[in-house]
């Protein structure tokens, strides 16, 4: 008997839907993603929490404290994936932001045309950029430019460009999801 082949990875994934997001203030970080950043907005979720009954979903569903509360919205980030941003109140609630270099450390990168026309921007909007952007002129990334700039709230986020591609990308069999191609 032949044992069957084993499949890599989940059954049926299509890919990534969206991202969950804690923030401070709910309706300041749509205000941001969708005036300073251009997202969409597309609908905001009823509140969850908040009543005895639903104290067991918190702990169980959510993995937060039971008298955890939280409202919630959906964005969608035009050629990319969604945003779903939450509000939380927790009584153990921690209010420190991970760096990059903290476990659960994290940041979003949006993908610009021309990233000196977006630092402009968000400079225009007193956004704090994290130095200038760079240029990576060897290895698998040559040819990409990036830059680091924070959310209001403090929140890590990236612009990166590669308008003519990365070097990886000359004789790679697999090639990063693109938002500029996304049917490749």
């Not at 700039?149 to 403090?154: C, H, Y």
């Amino acid at each position: 008997m032949v044992a069957p082949t084993a499949v890599r990875g989940i059954p049926g994934l299509a890919g990534l839907d969206h991202v969950g997001l804690t923030v401070p203030d709910l309706d300041a970080a749509v205000a941001f993603f969708v005036e300073v950043i251009g997202a969409d907005f597309v609908y905001a979720g009823d509140a969850i929490g908040g009543r005895p009954e639903d104290e067991a979903f918190m702990a169980e569903a959510l993995d937060v404290h039971p008298k955890a509360t939280c409202r919630y919205s959906f964005l969608r980030c035009r050629n990319g994936l969604n945003l779903e941003l939450f509000e939380y109140a927790a009584p153990d609630q921690v209010r420190a932001r991970p760096r990059n270099s903290d476990w659960g450390g994290h940041h979003i990168a949006l993908y610009v045309d021309d990233i000196h026309a977006a630092v402009a921007h968000l400079k225009a909007h007193g956004v704090r950029i994290l130095g200038e952007p760079m240029t990576i002129t060897t290895g698998n990334s040559a040819g990409a430019s990036w830059v680091y700039f924070l959310a209001p709230w403090g929140l890590q986020m990236e612009l990166c460009s590669a308008p003519r591609g990365k070097a990886y990308e000359a004789d790679a069999p697999v090639r990063l999801w693109h938002p500029k191609r996304p049917a490749e």
